[in-house]
């Protein structure tokens, strides 16, 4: 018999190694299943990412994925980076972004609205921001009102105006209402606002238009029936539409819109909105007079 050599545990060394033998492909397998858990999230998060620098073909291949809006906005942000540091490069997409502008997912609209007010020498970015005012979605609107005051242009002012009050929420549908954000709460654009049960007994999901604060009471209340269109609550503006609306109509409002600027200061009673108030009526005052 083969001599084996016995540890003084009086364990068999042969057995022994056998056993961690046995191990090693067990944590060979854990380390692996550990290692795509961080870099699955990883490359998902990285790819994804609108930091991630994109070159000038990739830009185009993305502007024109319809088929996936996030490709669309990295590449939106990609050519806006270029336009705020003066890369002449980024002019040969302005044809594209136009074209991004009427894109059906509002995200994307949004985003262009944005993008086109970082060259206001552009007639094609201009004539696209008034035509984004028609939106059917308030931040595509908003986003347009406040980057045609780039171009010293005023006809966004009545939903600059409209920022600067409360919004009205209508259901999308008739329905029972399941559940409501509750009176004071405060909420991002796309978080859920509401649970409605349709006529067809399906539970659908209405997510909020805009960043704001639930305003007190509701109108409609859990448990209720509402009609389509029906109004289920108000939207106060939060703190960062208030004074984006303000100093916006530092430049293009009137004194027709002092008494509206006083009220905000009352919904947001922040220094900073009772500063860019003050700022803004005597801007708004100093036009009055010339």
Request: charged letters at 20%; proline letters at 6%.
């Amino acid at each position: 018999m083969e001599n084996e050599f016995v540890n003084p545990n009086g364990k068999n060394s042969r057995l022994g190694a056998a056993i961690k033998g046995s191990k090693r492909p067990s944590n060979f397998w854990l380390i692996i299943v550990a290692a795509l858990f961080i870099i699955v999230p990883f490359l998902a998060w990285y790819f994804t990412w609108f930091g991630r620098t994109l070159s000038d073909a990739d830009i185009a291949t993305y502007l024109a994925d319809e088929q996936n809006p996030r490709h669309i906005q990295h590449a939106l942000s990609q050519v806006e980076q270029k336009m705020e540091h003066g890369d002449q490069s980024a002019v040969k997409f302005y044809p594209q972004i136009v074209a991004s502008a009427k894109s059906p997912a509002a995200e994307v609209r949004k985003t262009a609205a944005w993008v086109m007010g970082q060259d206001n020498r552009s007639e094609e970015f201009h004539r696209a921001l008034r035509d984004l005012l028609k939106d059917t979605e308030p931040l595509v609107r908003r986003n347009a009102a406040l980057q045609l005051v780039r171009f010293g242009d005023s006809s966004g002012r009545p939903e600059l105006r409209a920022m600067l009050q409360p919004f009205e929420v209508k259901a999308p549908f008739a329905g029972t209402v399941l559940s409501l954000l509750p009176q004071g709460s405060g909420i991002r654009a796309g978080a859920l606002l509401a649970r409605i049960r349709d006529s067809s007994n399906n539970l659908q999901e209405f997510r909020s238009p805009l960043d704001g604060k639930v305003s007190t009471p509701t109108v409609a209340k859990e448990g209720e029936q509402v009609a389509a269109n029906q109004t289920l609550l108000w939207l106060i503006p939060d703190h960062v539409t208030i004074v984006g609306a303000l100093k916006a109509l530092g430049y293009v409002g009137i004194s027709e819109d002092l008494p509206l600027i006083e009220q905000s200061t009352q919904m947001d009673p922040s220094s900073e909105t009772a500063n860019q108030a003050a700022l803004t009526k005597r801007a708004i005052s100093a036009r009055a007079k010339v």
